[in-house]
């Protein structure tokens, strides 16, 4: 062989070919696409690991609950006084590893007093679910994706007793925690494993000037029962900024209210939140999850609870003795 030769067939097996243009366009294409596919399922994954997250916070919250229960033979009350209104949040700490943070509120006075607002600002974990955002919370408060149910009923507190109050007669709270009384667990006489002690709301945008599905609305009409009440909320025009009731949704959780740390099997779960004073609301449980929502039942369990649920069953699951028999959900 020619030396000439010998080096020429070198420098042919050095080269290597390029991409031409339109192979270079074929890959990124292919790429594009499979990035597209991939996403949603990177996406999806992500939320199943929030959701599961999420329903293991409120099985931490049921946790709590029932070593209150043990050590007090009473569920906490929601809202302990006029005077501080402190959440149902609040006395479960100590039952939640959160003894140091329990032991700095002051229950003498008000929530929002300033000698409590060092705790008022705690973020306590197992308070908030991944899927919600805290972006928006104002600087000084703490928030909860997590709310105790006040039962099926629209009054938000104890009928009045005086005669000719616009609440008087009115029936009185159903749920598990109630304002200004401690229910023993003897009281829920539907099962425990019937009754819904907890649920979900997403946190608020706290902005009034905004309208959000996140918000609790303001009819300005006055239901005497819970079907009106639904009636009312969807009937709202949630664009008019004049219907807007509370956007300080899910923060701080250590104020007893109806748009922060509690809710009403009144609505269906992901419903529309409504309220209207005085003293009559309509706040659900809802969340991004797709399709429904996570409750705490009064046994510990936590149940993922479908939108499609049958409003009768959802009632029915919210009060603790009434004796309806709750369907499948």
């Not at 019937?194 to 000037?209: L, P, R, V």
């Not at 969807?234 to 949704?249: P, Y």
């Amino acid at each position: 062989m020619l030396p000439w030769t010998s080096q020429s067939s070198r420098l042919s097996r050095g080269r290597r070919r390029a991409f031409t243009l339109i192979e270079l366009l074929v890959v990124i294409a292919i790429i594009t696409v499979l990035i597209a596919l991939l996403l949603p399922a990177v996406q999806q994954a992500r939320e199943a690991a929030r959701r599961a997250q999420c329903k293991n916070n409120l099985k931490q919250i049921g946790l709590g609950m029932h070593n209150y229960l043990d050590q007090n033979r009473v569920f906490p009350m929601c809202g302990s006084s006029t005077v501080n209104s402190m959440s149902v949040h609040t006395f479960l700490l100590p039952f939640m590893d959160q003894t140091p943070l329990y032991n700095q509120i002051n229950f003498n006075v008000s929530y929002a007093n300033v000698v409590n607002a060092g705790p008022l600002s705690v973020v306590v974990p197992s308070f908030l679910c991944p899927s919600d955002s805290t972006s928006l919370v104002p600087i000084g408060w703490a928030a909860t994706s997590y709310r105790a149910s006040q039962g099926s009923g629209i009054l938000n507190s104890q009928p009045s007793t005086v005669v000719g109050d616009s609440n008087y007669g009115m029936p009185a709270p159903n749920g598990v925690f109630i304002p200004k009384m401690a229910l023993a667990i003897a009281e829920v006489r539907d099962g425990t494993s019937n009754t819904a002690a907890f649920s979900e709301h997403q946190i608020g945008d706290f902005n009034n000037s905004l309208s959000s599905l996140t918000d609790t609305f303001r009819p300005g009409t006055y239901p005497a029962t819970p079907d009106e009440a639904i009636t009312l909320c969807r009937a709202t025009d949630v664009n008019n900024l004049s219907m807007q009731g509370v956007s300080n949704v899910g923060a701080p959780w250590m104020q007893s209210y109806h748009s922060t740390s509690q809710y009403f099997h009144v609505a269906g779960p992901n419903a529309r939140s409504c309220m209207f004073p005085p003293g009559r609301i309509a706040t659900t449980a809802a969340s991004y999850h797709t399709g429904g929502v996570h409750v705490l039942m009064c046994d510990g369990s936590v149940r993922f609870v479908s939108d499609n649920v049958n409003l009768a069953t959802w009632r029915a699951i919210g009060t603790r003795a009434s004796g309806e028999v709750a369907g499948e959900f």
